[in-house]
Every structure is written in C-alpha cells, then in structure tokens.
T-cell receptor
Framework: DSGVTQTPKHLITATGQRVTLRCSPR?????VYWYQQSLDQGLQFLIQ???????AKGNILERFSAQQFPDLHSELNLSSLELGDSALYFC????????????FGPGTRLTVL | AQKVTQAQTEISVVEKEDVTLDCVYE???????LFWYKQPPSGELVFLIR??????QNEISGRYSWNFQKSTSSFNFTITASQVVDSAVYFC??????????????FGKGTSLLVTP
C-alpha cells in the first residue's frame, strides 16, 4: 500500500458526460501528479500540482482540468468524454516537486461507452 | 521523441531462470533520476528503485539487481531465480532536474514479464 488513495476504482460512463476523479496524497506529501495509461499511448504525464498551485502541464487535453485543494487532495475533471478517453488514470504524490520518488495510487479505470 | 526505450515488449521465462530487462534513456540534462516500477496484473504501480545520475554504483536488493551505465545510457534490471510472482509489466522511467515538465516521469513502454512454473 503506497498510502495514496484514489476514488472511484472503476467508472463507467457515456460519451459526452463529465466525471471527477479524486486523489488523496500520502501523508506529508505536497506534490500531486496525474498520469493517464492507455494501450496506445502508454503512461503519459498530464498535470502536476504543488501545495495547491499548478506547477507543470503535460499532454493534458483542454477538456480535462484539475485542482488541488487546501487539504492537499486533488481532483481531475474530465468533460465531453470521448471513447478514446477510456484509460487507467493514476495519481502519484511526492514530498516536493522535485525528483523525489513518486508513489502511485491504485488508479481509476474509466470506461467511456 | 521517446526518452526511455524498453526494447523488449514481452519476455517469457521458466521459474528459477535469471532474466534481464533492458532500459535505454536519452537526456541532455546532467542531473536526472532513473526509476523502475512494477505493475502486477492487479494494476497498481509499485516503486522498485530510484537512482541519480551521479551514482553509478550497482544496487542489489534480494533477488533484484540494477546495473546503471552512463556510458551506454542504460539502466538494466535483473531478476535472479525468477518466481511466478514476478510476472508483471515493468516500467523504466526518467525524471530530469531541469525539464520544464515539473519533474514528471517519462516512462518507457514497459516490458511484460511472464514467469511460468
């Protein structure tokens, strides 16, 4: 158990819908990262937050957004969902926004029908 | 461009065999970190090791060992006396200290290891 929690574990929804994925980092970690794992793209970095502020963006679509709250949990919002958004979404946390080890949550498997 | 290359897509071995998973990386940064993660069939990503670019000393942890060679930009992972529980997808990843991606991990495509009894 990495100490990073993600909810829900599974999510099934329809095209055009909006969903919110939630992540709680390990106790004491201030930095949160979101990654997407799909069969065709592999593991891709989406976005990073540190202590409530966005620090870096990767290959995140404009339909996707995220935020980190004062209690340090983070939410990833996916809207206008398409079939191609079906993937495993991981949250990771580290102590600082540095090359510290990132510990991953169990992931949320999103299926868009 | 792919910064981390894991050329072996799938490897199948018989239990107790030794197996080496290859990882080649590409970076212009002088300060970087390399990682290995394991993804068992249950799907979670489990951290195995982190090495920085200034420490080329090989590391051994039980049946696992890692060989880091800057001269060939490689960070290979060897499992000695493999076991069925080692069956998983293994990812090599790179984090660069001076990247504009906030220390995000650049993952390879992964190597799927199947260990059969």
């Amino acid at each position: 158990d990495s100490g990073v929690t993600q909810t829900p574990k599974h999510l099934i929804t329809a095209t055009g819908q909006r969903v919110t994925l939630r992540c709680s980092p390990r106790s004491g970690d201030l930095s949160v990262y979101w990654y997407q794992q799909s069969l065709d793209q592999g593991l891709q970095f989406l976005i990073q937050y540190y202590n409530g502020e966005e620090r870096a963006k990767g290959n995140i679509l404009e339909r996707f957004s995220a935020q980190q709250f004062p209690d340090l949990h983070s939410e990833l919002n996916l809207s206008s969902l398409e079939l191609g958004d079906s993937a495993l979404y991981f949250c990771a946390s580290s102590l600082r926004p540095s090359t510290d080890t990132q510990y991953f949550g169990p992931g949320t498997r999103l299926t868009v029908l | 461009a792919q910064k981390v290359t894991q050329a072996q897509t799938e490897i199948s071995v018989v239990e107790k065999e030794d197996v080496t998973l290859d990882c080649v990386y590409e970076t212009r940064d002088t300060t970087y970190y390399l990682f290995w993660y394991k993804q068992p069939p249950s799907g979670e990503l489990v951290f195995l090791i982190r090495r920085n670019s200034f420490d080329e000393q090989n590391e051994i942890s039980g049946r696992y060992s890692w060989n880091f060679q800057k001269s060939t930009s490689s960070f290979n992972f060897t499992i000695t006396a493999s076991q069925v529980v080692d069956s998983a997808v293994y990812f090599c990843a790179l984090s660069e200290a001076h990247s504009n991606s906030g220390y995000a991990l650049n993952f390879g495509k992964g190597t799927s290891l199947l260990v059969t009894p």
